[in-house]
């Protein structure tokens, strides 16, 4: 009889272990230089562009660098040197910059978001968003305030 109140125990451990989360694979970490070209998202009602373009993204802790080539064999150009930053939470991170200037148009605003995830040590999962804001053009301007999208997933090239 001091049986059946062991095996109790043991099918109640086995039920509260089987019901914890299980453990995530160590999927390593986003530092590094990722590289590839997203896909363009559509966004409903905005002007904004929709082409592709190569894209190389340098995370280094809370920094990083982003990089475009507009040509498949083209150099690549850096984009808001200096301005990018990384918040990050386990395989997550969003990489930002936001700038404002001055133009023959007047004051634009602008923020870029690579919002990006670990698929696989070497696999990153990419969400680019770009929005702007040209504070001073009219709402007939179809350039006065638009925003652009693109997905897909980047590869780990060092």
């Known amino acids: 009889m001091k049986s ?3 095996r109790l125990l043991a099918i109640a451990v086995a039920i ?11 999927l390593g970490t986003l530092d590094g230089t990722w590289q590839g070209t997203l896909a363009v998202v559509p966004v409903p009602n905005s002007p904004g562009p929709t082409h592709t373009y190569t894209i190389r993204i340098v ?3 809370v920094n990083a660098s982003v990089f475009t080539q507009s040509v498949s064999d083209g150099p ?3 984009v808001k040197p200096g301005l990018f930053r990384v918040a990050r939470l386990g395989p997550n991170g969003v ?10 148009e007047g004051t634009w ?3 870029w978001a690579y919002v990006v995830t670990l698929k696989s ?3 990153l999962i990419a969400n680019f968003y770009r929005v702007v804001n040209n504070v001073d053009l009219p709402l ?15 590869s780990r090239t060092k």
């Open 140 to 154: 007939s301007v179809d350039h006065s305030k638009f925003s652009e999208a693109q997905a897909g997933e980047l």
């Open 59 to 61: 995370i280094a802790g």
């Open 76 to 78: 690549f150009r850096a």
């Open 95 to 104: 990489v930002l910059a936001m700038e404002q200037g001055q133009d023959n």
């Open 109 to 111: 605003v602008e923020t």
């Open 4 to 6: 059946i109140p062991l």
């Open 16 to 26: 509260v272990f089987a019901a914890l989360p299980a453990q995530a694979a160590d």
């Open 121 to 123: 040590p070497d696999t």
